[in-house]
């Protein structure tokens, strides 16, 4: 359907390009929520900060880096840490902060020489760390404060330590992918390429857009290390700041957030020629999807297997568990960005639930285009969602559960819903084998925890209101009596419960007890009459046997004299005859062959000019032939037509399933500008084709082995999924596959939506 106003935006009618209902063969070519553009005034955003984005998403997670915010110390403190970034150090980024700690003098006399008097001094505190990041905010932005020539002065004065500086103010974009944005690209241009890191392993890579919450790193640090594998640079989970300087040297880039991380991924392509690979690390199959990938990408197949029987066997019948009580379950997943295209297909395909609807508050239309195209039918999927479209939403679609973050899960909380931190997590990590489950684990507890639903009863008598202590909290000693009242009627509830089993299963081991005896006496009894009954038979079986046989054999016995003399007699006259015709036909064979060949050498020469004399009556007589012989054509071609049609037809009903299934589950056809989206589709499909067709496969680049890696999964996937491949023939595999590629230009670049698609730059 179009675009969706919401009741409670009458006021504010913009926000319908903001929000979109998919519909029964709808798809992004025809409708796109309009995406990272400035919050609508009237609309209550849940939106970050761009400064946020450059922080607390990337920056903040460096394990060995002082953090100093130029800025008044709110702005420090609103981006310290909790839980949710752990790292194997002892959690150094965790425990502090690090202010300028701006003040009113300050922003009126300019705050440069406080900078630099507070980087001096986080120094000093801290002497074994040698690195720092300077961000600034929106007071010391607005004044003008240039912190690059500070920078300079500090590297030059202790001479020992590396500095980089974030200049994205809260204000420099409409989110906090601003920051996501200027991070990325400054660290190119300023830091990779700067530091040599030490090789250990003939396969490298680094890890993009992995920001280890509550310890999904780890999760993937423990695969790779099986694989043999080594992590140049984690962007940024427990990363370090010198291994994010030596990134140019790994050999792929393993892509995880693409939207607060695709941009380095792509400047490392297209400055060192490194292969992007985007994969979905949360979910079961796309986990298994994942190391698959990066397997065939370094022919480590066999490794990757053996670390995917290894974690299937300790976690799938755990997931197995959870499927069966979750099957069915509606779930809203409002976060950031990319986690409702991770995380839908995941939760639809590995635990049978339901995504009823999607809010994000940073995407771009990039990650629409994702998520729509792997969401089902009558989803609802917003952009930057406000609280009272929140609350329309719970009405319209009744969820089981919402996965969101804490301020929004507050909301959820009071209309007695659950919900799990879908920033950062209740109880992780949430990415790889383990990390299914455990999510599993957190949604099974939170839709079946009885809290939610005694909280919605109202125990208090309402002729009689409880007294309060002034908070609206009820009085503590009628909220002792309501609790002893609880805890007695469930003890006397439980005691009746116990003494009705107790009692029954008496009963039914008596009755056991009882009918047994009499059973076995029954089965006693019968036994020697069903013995008599087959000894009484086998005679009778027997007798009719001896009867049959002499009527049978007689009758056989009679036909057999007069099918033998026909035979004999036939023989005699049929060899002789044969042996006869012999001698004549080849005597004569020799004979004519020396007469025949001289004649027709002989004739040659007259039948010629015969031939050229009597075209021309020819063809008078095929003019006359041809009116007969045309309606015969014509009568054919059309039968000719509807055949190579019905092909054609056969080939574009196969493209299109293979292109659906492509749209759902891939993610190379996506990639952030139109000429990435060209080379990676031309690039998979034409990988796909020489595997499924047998021929042989060139690997002479790391670009072309980033192709394969991905073709290598979807060939097989195909081979799976559609039975119909295996009866093609080559030419037909090769004409399904041009056919879509064909299709998905015209949906990701010809016919898209997305404003971004043919920016200049990244």
Same mark, same amino acid.
């Given at each position: 359907?179009?675009?969706?106003? @919401?009741?409670? =935006? ?11 209902? +998919? ?9 796109l ?42 702005? $420090? ?11 194997d150090?002892g ?16 922003v009126v006399?300019?705050?440069e ?9 986080? @120094? ?19 004044i ?9 002065e ?10 980089? %500086? ?19 690209m400054?660290?190119?241009? =300023? ?12 396969? %490298? ?11 999904d790193?780890f ?10 594998i ?49 994969v ?15 397997? $065939? ?5 066999d490794r990757?297997?053996?670390?995917i ?11 197995g568990? &959870? ?11 409002w ?7 991770h995380w ?12 009823v ?8 239309q990039?990650? @629409? ?19 009272l479209?929140f @609350? ?31 920033h ?6 949430y ?10 684990? =957190? ?8 809290l939610?639903k ?53 009963e ?25 009954q ?24 009679e ?41 027709a ?12 004399e ?7 007589q095929?003019k ?7 309606p ?17 037809l056969?080939?574009?009903e ?29 690039? /998979?499909?034409?990988?796909?084709a020489?595997?499924l067709?047998?021929? +042989?496969?060139v ?8 192709? &394969? $890696? ?5 060939? $097989? ?8 491949l ?5 030419s037909?595999?090769?004409a ?11 949906i /990701? ?5 997305n ?8």
């Amino acid at each position: 359907m179009p675009m969706k106003l @919401f009741k409670c =935006d009458e006021s504010i009618p913009e926000r319908e390009k903001h929000i979109y209902i +998919k519909e029964k063969g709808e798809d992004t070519t025809q409708f796109l929520p309009s995406a990272h553009v400035e919050t609508i005034p009237g609309s209550l955003s849940e939106r970050g900060c761009s400064y946020c984005g450059a922080k607390l998403v990337i920056g903040g997670v460096l394990k060995d880096t002082i953090q100093l915010i130029h800025g008044p110390v709110g702005c $420090a403190y609103d981006t310290w840490h909790t839980k949710r970034y752990p790292s194997d150090n002892g959690n150094f980024q965790l425990k502090y902060v690090w202010s300028s700690d701006m003040k009113e003098q300050h922003v009126v006399f300019g705050g440069e020489k406080l900078l630099k008097k507070a980087m001096l001094e986080a @120094f000093a505190e801290f002497p074994e760390i040698k690195r720092m990041m300077v961000y600034t905010t929106c007071s010391t932005a607005l004044i003008g404060d240039d912190i690059k020539p500070v920078v300079k002065e500090v590297e030059k004065e202790l001479g020992d330590v590396d500095i980089f %500086t974030v200049e994205c103010p809260g204000f420099a974009g409409v989110s906090q992918s601003k920051g996501h944005h200027v991070f990325n690209m400054g660290w190119m241009t =300023d830091k990779v390429g700067t530091f040599e890191p030490e090789i250990t392993s003939p396969y %490298t890579i680094n890890v993009i857009g992995d920001y280890n919450i509550q310890g999904d790193t780890f999760v993937m640090e423990k695969y790779m290390k099986k694989m043999g594998i080594q992590i140049i640079a984690h962007f940024t989970g427990n990363g370090t700041y010198d291994s994010l300087r030596g990134m140019h040297r790994a050999q792929l880039n393993v892509t995880n957030c693409a939207r607060s991380a695709g941009y380095i991924a792509n400047e490392l392509k297209k400055k060192y020629g490194i292969p992007r690979i985007d994969v979905d690390t949360w979910g079961f199959d796309y986990a298994k999807e994942g190391l698959r990938k990066i397997g $065939a990408f370094f022919g480590l197949e066999d490794r990757a297997e053996a670390v995917i029987a290894e974690e299937v066997a300790k976690y799938e019948s755990k997931l197995g568990w &959870y499927k069966e009580r979750l099957a069915g379950k509606k779930v809203c997943i409002w976060t950031g960005g990319p986690r409702l295209w991770h995380w839908t297909k995941a939760l639809e395909d590995d635990l049978g639930m339901h995504v009823v609807a999607m809010s994000s508050k940073f995407g771009h239309q990039e990650d @629409f285009e994702k998520v729509i195209a792997r969401g089902e039918e009558g989803t609802i999927y917003i952009d930057d969602g406000n609280e009272l479209e929140f @609350f329309e939403v719970l009405e319209m679609v009744k969820p089981d559960l919402v996965l969101t973050g804490p301020r929004v899960g507050a909301l959820v909380k009071k209309l007695h819903l659950p919900y799990v931190n879908g920033h950062g997590y209740h109880n992780g990590p949430y990415m790889g084998f383990e990390g299914a489950v455990n999510m599993a684990r =957190d949604m099974y507890n939170a839709i079946y925890s009885p809290l939610m639903k005694l909280a919605q009863i109202d125990i208090r008598d309402e002729q009689n209101p409880v007294s309060t202590n002034g908070n609206g909290k009820a009085a503590k000693d009628l909220s002792e009596e309501v609790v002893s009242l609880i805890q007695q009627q469930v003890k006397e509830a439980t005691s009746e419960v116990k003494q009705q089993v107790k009692e029954v299963t008496s009963e039914v081991k008596q009755l056991v007890k009882e009918a047994a005896p009499q059973v076995q006496k029954q089965a006693k009894e019968a036994a020697p009459q069903v013995q008599k009954q087959a000894k009484e038979a086998a005679p009778q079986v027997q007798k009719q046997a001896k009867e049959a046989a002499p009527q049978v054999q007689p009758q056989a016995k009679e036909a057999a004299p007069q099918v033998q003399p026909q035979a004999k007699e036939a023989a005699p006259q049929v060899q002789p005859q044969a042996k006869e015709a012999a001698p004549q036909v080849q005597p004569q064979a020799k004979e004519a062959a020396p007469q025949v060949q001289p004649q027709a050498k002989e004739a040659a020469p007259q039948v010629q000019p015969q031939a050229k004399e009597a075209a021309p009556q020819v063809q008078p007589q095929a003019k006359e032939v041809a009116p007969q012989v045309q309606p015969q054509a014509k009568e054919v071609a059309p039968q000719v037509q509807q055949q190579a049609n019905e092909i054609a037809l056969y080939i574009q009903e196969r493209a299109a399933e293979v292109t659906k299934l492509i749209q759902e589950r891939c993610l190379w056809q996506f990639h952030s500008r139109a000429w990435d989206r060209e080379e990676n589709i031309n690039g /998979v499909l034409n990988k796909a084709a020489q595997i499924l067709t047998g021929e +042989k496969v060139v690997l002479d680049t790391l670009i072309e082995r980033g192709f &394969y $890696a991905d073709a290598k999964i979807l060939s $097989a996937d195909l081979e799976i999924r559609f039975s119909w491949l295996s009866k093609m023939e080559n030419s037909q595999k090769k004409a399904v596959l041009e056919s879509v590629k064909a299709m998905l230009v015209d949906i /990701v670049i010809t016919k898209s939506k997305n404003g971004e698609l043919h920016y200049s730059l990244y």
